[in-house]
Nanobody, 127 residues
């Protein structure tokens, strides 16, 4: 089992930045699996934001996140990051990190392809 704890959310004005962090409990094997960020706005389905492979060498982004968000990981610190710049009101959502134990190299986009989830961190962007 893997426990994930997100942090870094908050209230920010349009155009501002936030960096989300996700710490995983499974220290010794953290560097062997892919991870992703998703978000869920009120009344909407959870949607893909970004994913990263086991060593950080490959990433993929949703169109809404390209050129504004950067996913990265520090395997020595057991931590996944999401740097979010140029934030917009439509980025307001609860952000979740998730781990994909099945495909270390995979950059998968669907919620059912991930095995464990964090509790989420709220991001609110004011206009």
């Amino acid at each position: 089992q893997v426990q994930l704890v997100e942090s870094g959310g908050g209230l920010v004005q349009t155009g501002g930045s936030l960096r989300l962090s996700c710490v995983a409990s499974r220290r010794r094997t953290f560097g062997t699996y892919a991870m992703g960020w998703f978000r869920q706005a009120p009344g909407k389905e959870r949607e893909f934001v970004a994913a990263i492979n086991w060593n950080g060498g490959r990433t993929v982004y949703a169109d809404s996140a390209k050129d504004r968000f950067t996913i990265s990981r520090d395997n020595a610190k057991n931590t996944l990051y999401l740097q979010m710049n140029s934030l917009k009101p439509e980025d307001t959502a609860v952000y979740y990190c998730a781990v994909d134990l099945q495909s270390p190299s995979g950059l998968r986009l669907r919620t059912y392809e991930y095995d464990y989830w964090g509790q989420g961190t709220q991001v609110t962007v004011s206009s």
